[in-house]
């Protein structure tokens, strides 16, 4: 069944969201779902969330090893320039910057495996049939980065607060 433009815009947006998961960066994002699309395209493959998400992964794992890329998070926030927030939002942006910056510190992989989890909802196995880990495995990337996730935001509220 050929998909719809809503399925056809959803499954992009998907396909989106698992590129910035897995590169942490906008532009990078836009150009992993743009190679992937079209490679899927080229290669006359199903229009399937997984076959998406594979030629995104393929394609930013290759990129790894090309460039030997260490992922990086700005320490600028385009949110620091704007006087008119509140004090409360101001709060819960500098949690928002502590939790991108705890992110950035995480694997790839665990990274991945913590978005497609608790940002999209898959369970372990799905996401074992996305990225082509047995899902033990998937389990212990999401078990570690949520305890490194923990761990980072404590010790950085404790050198802040203590």
């Known amino acids: ?3 719809t433009p809503d399925s056809l815009h ?3 947006n998907q396909g989106y969201r698992y590129a910035l998961s897995l590169c942490h960066d906008a532009s990078r994002a836009d150009d992993l779902l743009q190679e992937g699309w079209l490679a ?3 290669a006359n493959g199903p229009r399937e969330k997984a ?3 594979r030629a995104i992964r393929s ?3 290759n990129q790894i090893k090309r460039e030997k890329l260490v992922v990086m ?3 600028e926030s385009d949110y620091e320039n704007n006087l008119s927030l509140e004090r409360d939002e101001l709060s819960s942006l500098a949690d928002m910057q502590e939790l991108e910056q705890a992110l950035g510190k995480l694997r790839p992989v665990e990274r991945e495996a913590l978005f497609l989890h608790a940002a999209e909802g898959y369970t372990a196995e799905e996401i074992g049939q996305y990225t082509g880990q047995a899902r033990g495995t998937v389990l212990s990337l999401i078990h570690r980065a949520r305890h490194k996730l923990k761990s980072w935001i ?3 509220r404790e050198v802040k607060h203590g």
Do not use: G, I, N, T
Request: no cysteine; hydrophobic share 50%.
């Open 59 to 61: 394609r930013y794992l």
């Open 73 to 75: 998070v700005p320490l």
């Open 10 to 12: 959803e499954l992009l």
């Open 1 to 3: 069944m050929p998909a």
């Open 51 to 53: 076959y998406l998400f």
């Open 154 to 156: 404590s010790q950085q």
């Open 40 to 42: 899927l395209l080229q």
